[in-house]
């Protein structure tokens, strides 16, 4: 089946404009997660989902960052009055669940869309 | 807090020859999943092996297997007849009961013809 899709896989924006980072997880997984991954760096936790709903939102670093996933499958990662500092890869996962087994729990990576702010 | 640490940026290795990557980590729990993930410039992550931390025995994955010491804190992977395919990034990753993932740095390895 298809894995998890990224839209834009390429995103240049100007200094303050507002950018919709999508991410289409595979079909049936229930669990949704968002990463940043800087130049030369690992990927950072930003989000996750379970369902609808924002299990844990602590990676994100400040209100500007917003994600949602209103029907429990796509989710849009919105980063508002975007900075230079936002430039990175962001990085999407999903996993069959979130309940403690390693064989469903186990995250399924996207492409990413690599985000330029100018 | 948990923290994962790759203390080798780049490594390289003959094709065919065996190379091993360092990872060590810290964390107070314990339950909790090792995971290594390779990183091709494609940027997509793929899945190369996973250790529940309950396990005493290495996972093993075809080429791939690691020597999981627990009381060290340590996880790295043994990559056997390495070929050119095997040429990424590759990041040993920790994941904590509260279902959150901690990334090491990576480790560029290259496979040299």
């Known amino acids: 089946g298809a894995g998890v899709s990224q839209t834009p896989s390429n995103k240049v924006t100007e200094k303050g404009k507002y950018v919709e980072l999508r991410c289409d997880p595979i079909?049936?997984?229930?669990?949704l997660y968002w990463y940043r991954q800087s130049l030369g760096q690992g990927p950072e936790f930003l989000i996750y989902f379970q369902g609808t709903g924002a299990a844990d939102d602590s990676g994100l670093p400040n209100d500007r960052f917003f994600a949602v996933r209103p029907e429990g499958s796509v989710s849009t990662l919105k980063i508002q009055r975007t900075e230079r500092g936002d430039s990175a890869v962001y990085l999407c996962?999903?996993?069959?669940?979130?309940?403690?087994?390693?064989?469903?729990?186990?995250?399924?990576f996207g492409p990413g869309t690599r985000l330029t702010v100018l | 807090a948990q923290t994962v640490t790759q203390s080798q940026p780049e490594m390289s290795v003959q094709e065919a020859e065996t190379v091993t990557l360092s990872c060590t980590y810290d964390t107070s729990e314990n339950n909790y999943y090792l995971f290594w993930y390779k990183q091709p410039p494609s940027r997509q992550m793929i899945l190369v092996i996973r250790q529940e931390a309950y396990k005493q025995q290495n996972a093993t994955e075809n080429r791939f297997s690691v020597n999981f010491q627990k009381a060290a804190k340590s996880f790295s992977l043994k990559i056997s007849d390495s070929q050119l395919g095997d040429t990424a990034m590759y990041f040993c990753a920790l994941r904590n009961t509260g279902n959150q993932f901690y990334f090491g740095t990576g480790t560029s390895l290259t496979v040299i013809p």
């Open positions: 079909s049936g997984h229930t669990a």
């Open positions: 996962a999903s996993s069959l669940t979130a309940s403690g087994s390693v064989s469903t729990d186990t995250q399924y």
